[in-house]
């Protein structure tokens, strides 16, 4: 489903992204694991079209993403830790917008509000301006305007980071909603419990490159836990990992 | 290219700016409030003032010739008089002059003016010209006039009489106090000493009359109230428009551009199908809109105001105010014109800032990109403008709109402008895209 071979990316003076590979399978959830710089978002942003590989490849539903982002577009969705919204539209009028450039016709468009407003239970302030919404309204509408389209793929970045717990528990409920409509899922994260719980198969990604990957009980492997695997892992290499 | 795409991005940016009260204030409230008070408030009050104050009397010093002495008996016109009026004025004085200006038989009217003037002319005799100085430092005094010790030995022997009368040009009494005291210098007086000189050489009443008859000249202004009217606009237009273009939408545009970076939307907006090319052009559009309508709530402001200013100040020498619709709309499509080469360079200049603030640190020199043409341009006659003019950017716009202000319309001067600056607005757009393409500087941190 997500293939994605020798994968690099180089900035000026670093190299972000370092020869990663990893296959992502239809219906599951994989989890890209790594601390903060490890090279995460920078995956995801070449996955998402929106940074261009220095070399390797990116395969979505057999559409090459590095030569045909556009057609690769429509078939993913995609929720980041930056969760920007244009406050002085409605909840209706922001869907609205994201359905017209994802050139759906219009009499779709509405159907598949209709649709994803019941499914997330947004009736109430579906036309209110965002400006005046709570965080948990919020985070609704950036995961609506994500698949607005409904993408088979989802690409998840730090999703619920910077989240309260109620608006986290909100969108931890939306991944698995979305793994039982048989969704592709990219996951990555640094907080272990949530992967623990989510993910079918995770990659270790640490400065830039993949140092484990495999299905949940690979990783975990002899430790406690995929926290106690991952320190294990990713702390050998980086010291403010190092536990114990 | 998807024309759908534009529209709906477009349409997306002019229901944010709608709702965005900044955008809104400098679009309606700014030229409503601000043009009327520019073109009718700042002439109202400074005429005001000026009114005021050629109401109020003018205190002269005087030094040297001290005519109390002398009785006014003189009975060659004002000559005397009215300097004696300077040192002496005195009701009995005042009644002296009144009775010989009717001797000259002047109509009611004109006396009634005569009196007005020398009533408000009040003189104080000072020993010298230092205490005059110090009386005149402190303000008490608004003018020095210093008349020689000897005024009727020079006069007796012919000879020139030198007369200085001290002021402050930068005073606006003082002016006032230096045009009234002139008069009865360099008008009655002089006049009255030639009258005097030629009697004496045994020139007859009419001869006299012949050789100082006053020569006057009837100002008679051959320019249309429509290049008066143009005159003016010429000199205030392209700076007032210039900055609407520049300011008036650049809220919008940072909003659009840095503040997608800011609020983090741009990176939602780049996982859609959409080419940046039709974002931008969405996006430019909208720019364009705002910036116009901008323009036309400004211009629309300008001509109601000139239009009363011209009806307030109609008799004091303001310019009655008429613009024909082919002048309006050629002004439309200049401005258009100017307005999508600058909004291009500042969308540019904004894609590349990374912040609100970043962006309008970037954006506000561009203002000068106006001003300073335009302040080039300022009083500068069509005759003045060099075809080289008609290539350089923004400034070609602001010269070929002052020309057809000053009422000259050359299809040639026209062509290049348009020409000209469609081709740099294209260069300008080609270049905001090229930067927004740039994962380099979408990415700034």
């Given at each position: 489903m997500i293939t994605v071979r020798n994968l690099t990316k180089e900035f000026k003076t670093i190299t972000a992204v370092d020869d990663v590979s990893f296959e992502v399978r239809k219906g599951e959830i994989f989890g890209l694991l790594g601390p903060n710089g490890a090279g995460k978002t920078t995956t995801q942003r070449m996955l998402s079209t929106i940074l261009r590989p220095t070399s390797g490849t990116i395969n979505i539903m057999d559409v090459d993403v590095v030569k045909n982002p556009v057609g690769a577009r429509s078939i993913i969705g995609v929720i980041t830790e930056e969760r920007g919204l244009y406050d002085r539209l409605s909840c209706r009028e922001t869907l609205w917008y994201y359905g017209r450039l994802y050139n759906m016709e219009d009499g779709l468009i509405g159907k598949r509000i209709d649709q994803i407003v019941e499914m997330l239970e947004m009736g109430d302030y579906v036309d209110r301006r965002i400006e005046k919404l709570s965080k948990g309204m919020k985070q609704k509408i950036v995961i609506a305007r994500a698949i607005i389209h409904d993408p088979p793929v989802l690409l998840f970045d730090e999703p619920t980071a910077g989240l309260d717990v109620l608006?986290?528990?909100?969108?931890?409920?939306?991944?698995?909603?979305?793994?039982?409509?048989?969704?592709t899922i990219l996951y990555s994260t640094h907080i272990m419990f949530e992967a623990e719980d989510l993910c079918d198969r995770v990659a270790f990604i640490s400065k830039g490159k993949i140092v484990v990957s495999g299905t949940m009980k690979e990783a975990i492997g002899p430790h406690e836990n995929l926290e106690k695997a991952f320190v294990k892992y990713v702390g050998a290499k980086k010291d403010e990992f190092q536990d114990n | 290219m998807n024309f759908r795409i534009i529209k709906t991005v477009f349409k997306k940016e002019v229901i944010e700016t709608f709702r965005d009260k900044r955008t809104m204030i400098i679009m309606l409230v700014l030229p409503v409030i601000l043009m009327p008070s520019m073109i009718i408030g700042i002439p109202a009050l400074t005429l005001q003032r000026e009114v005021e104050i050629s109401e109020l009397p003018s205190k002269i010093a005087v030094v040297g010739y001290n005519a109390t002495s002398d009785i006014p008996d003189i009975a060659t016109g004002l000559r005397i008089s009215s300097l004696h009026y300077f040192l002496n004025s005195s009701d009995e004085n005042l009644e002296n002059l009144t009775a010989q200006i009717r001797e000259l038989n002047e109509s009611e009217e004109d006396i009634e003016d005569i009196i007005d003037f020398f009533e408000n002319l009040h003189f104080y005799h000072v020993d010298t010209l230092d205490d005059a100085m110090e009386l005149f430092d402190d303000g008490q005094v608004h003018a020095i006039v210093e008349i020689p010790f000897d005024l009727l030995d020079l006069e007796d022997r012919n000879e020139i009489v030198n007369i200085t009368v001290y002021f402050d040009n930068t005073k606006t009494r003082s002016r006032f106090a230096y045009t009234r005291v002139n008069l009865i210098v360099s008008d009655l007086y002089t006049r009255s000493r030639q009258q005097e000189v030629l009697q004496e050489r045994g020139l007859s009443q009419s001869e006299i009359e012949y050789v100082i008859m006053p020569s006057f000249t009837y100002p008679e202004d051959t320019s249309t109230p429509e290049e008066?009217?143009?005159?003016?606009?010429?000199?205030?237009?392209?700076?007032?428009?210039?900055?609407?273009?520049?300011?008036?939408?650049?809220?919008?545009?940072?909003?659009?551009?840095?503040?997608?970076?800011?609020?983090?939307?741009?990176?939602?907006?780049?996982?859609?199908?959409?080419?940046?090319?039709?974002?931008?052009?969405?996006?430019?559009?909208s720019i364009l809109l705002v910036t116009m309508l901008i323009i036309i709530v400004a211009m629309l402001s300008l001509v109601i105001s000139l239009h009363y200013s011209s009806e307030i100040f109609g008799g004091i020498g303001a310019v009655s105010f008429s613009m024909s619709l082919p002048v309006i709309i050629f002004l439309i499509v200049i401005f258009f014109v100017l307005a999508v080469l600058v909004n291009a360079v500042e969308m540019a200049i904004c894609f590349f800032a990374k912040s609100f603030k970043e962006a309008e640190n970037y954006i506000t020199p561009i203002i000068f990109m106006v001003l300073i043409p335009a302040i080039f341009l300022q009083g500068l006659s069509p005759e003045d403008m060099t075809l080289s003019m008609f290539f350089v950017p923004i400034l070609n716009v602001l010269t070929v709109f002052q020309e057809v202000l000053l009422g000259v319309v050359d299809p040639l001067h026209i062509g290049i402008v348009i020409g000209t600056s469609t081709l740099y607005a294209i260069l300008a757009s080609i270049i905001a895209i090229r930067i927004f393409n740039r994962e380099e500087v979408l990415f700034r941190t």
């Open positions: 608006a986290a528990r909100t969108v931890l409920k939306f991944i698995k909603m979305s793994k039982e409509m048989k969704k | 008066r009217g143009g005159f003016i606009l010429a000199m205030l237009l392209p700076m007032i428009l210039g900055i609407y273009i520049v300011t008036g939408s650049m809220y919008h545009t940072i909003d659009t551009t840095a503040g997608e970076k800011e609020r983090h939307t741009l990176e939602a907006l780049l996982v859609t199908p959409p080419s940046k090319t039709e974002l931008v052009m969405g996006k430019f559009l």
